[in-house]
């Protein structure tokens, strides 16, 4: 059998993350998630399409790579509080990993802007959550200013070396799996990170690259205008950004690799949300399945080549938005606990 995996630090991908033998490991045993092949979207596109499901991760999503080392880096370094800005997930991971290496944790959220499985996570492991009457700008902002004057370490990942490094390793686990780099990569864009570590990873890794397909939603769409947008607006809370901090890299990933940023609505992103569900078993948070409805929104403009491979960031799992679950498909039938009256509500009998 093989090694157990004991998370990032302790993996294969150590040399390429930015920690010491000095550097203590705090980990949840996050990365080494599934890349699972999607029979639906292989079928719909006549690509090769896989889901690299980072809902798996132990906080439930991507951001838990970054974590695991700024966490670590903090604790050698002898920061007692963290903070972070957060849609949700970061503040979920870094309330964990806070917890997990005996750290504070100070969250900024936007008021009603985050969904209330991630919420669960953070006030869970303790940390201390301070609703911001403002959008995610506000709270990075807010965030930024305190760390520069006040005892405690920024978390995020914009120009955050020790994040975008930890995220890097989402591209090595796919160019292992797969043998190579993929064709194209598609991936949510919020605050344009991801996009960015995730560039940078296959480009590091020198097997092949992408071309980097990223997708924000129609209302909150700042890099496919061009400009911020000062009420942004989704169901798919996790990337309602309407200026992303690491705008110039984040276009650079795309320009670069000869890729694109686009758009999809509400619509779309639910459709795929309940595809990916009902058709792979595969159950990600709204804000993940944009990256679906982008793929199949350019392959219906004829910009995806027949036969490519590509590649898929899962971001974040289903769990974390149980309103968005329920929104829509929650029709359950009534009956009484006899099961000849069971079976009758379920058209078994007449
Ligand atoms: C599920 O938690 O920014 O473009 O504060 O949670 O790197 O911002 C979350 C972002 C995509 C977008 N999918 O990534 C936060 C936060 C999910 C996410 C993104 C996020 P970036």
């Not at 005996?102 to 991630?118: D, F, H, Y």
Request: charged share 20%; aromatic share 6%; glycine share 12%.
């Amino acid at each position: 059998m093989a090694a157990p995996w004991r998370g990032l630090l302790d993996s294969e991908y150590r040399p390429r993350l930015p920690v010491t033998p000095q550097t203590p490991s705090v980990t949840l045993h996050e990365g080494n998630t599934p890349l699972l092949r999607s029979a639906h979207l292989c079928a719909r596109t006549g690509c090769d399409v896989w889901l690299k499901v980072e809902g798996a991760n132990p906080t439930g999503s991507f951001k838990d790579r970054g974590m695991t080392v700024a966490i670590s880096r903090a604790t050698q370094a002898g920061v007692r509080l963290v903070v972070c800005a957060s849609t949700g997930n970061t503040s979920a991971s870094a309330a964990a990993y806070a917890a997990r290496g005996g750290l504070g944790a100070a969250v900024l959220v936007p008021t009603g802007g985050v969904a209330r499985g991630k919420l669960g996570q953070a006030a869970r492991f303790g940390a201390r959550i301070v609703e911001v009457a403002g959008t995610f700008e506000d709270c990075l902002r807010a965030a930024r200013e305190l760390a520069a004057h006040h005892p405690v370490a920024l978390v995020n990942s914009v120009g955050n070396e020790l994040r975008l490094a930890g995220q890097r390793t989402v591209a090595y686990e796919i160019v292992d799996a797969l043998g190579a780099a993929p064709d194209v990569h598609c991936l949510p864009v919020g605050n344009g990170g991801n996009i960015t570590a995730t560039w940078q990873g296959y480009c590091r890794y020198g097997r092949g690259r992408p071309r980097m397909w990223g997708f924000q939603a129609a209302g909150a769409a700042p890099l496919v205008h061009g400009a911020p947008v000062a009420e942004p607006r989704t169901d798919a809370s996790a990337i309602r950004v309407g200026s992303p901090a690491t705008w110039a890299p984040a276009v650079a990933a795309r320009d670069e690799s000869g890729g694109l940023i686009g758009a999809v609505t509400d619509a779309e992103i639910f459709a795929a949300y309940r595809d990916l569900a009902r058709l792979d078993g595969v159950y990600a948070e709204p804000a993940s399945a944009a990256a679906v409805a982008g793929l199949l929104a350019e392959h219906r403009a004829g910009r995806l080549t027949p036969g490519s491979t590509v590649a898929i960031t899962l971001t974040g799992n289903g769990l974390k938005d149980p309103d968005a679950a329920l929104r829509d498909d929650y029709d359950p039938a009534p009956s009484g606990p006899a099961t000849a009256e069971v079976a009758r509500t379920l058209g078994l009998t007449g």
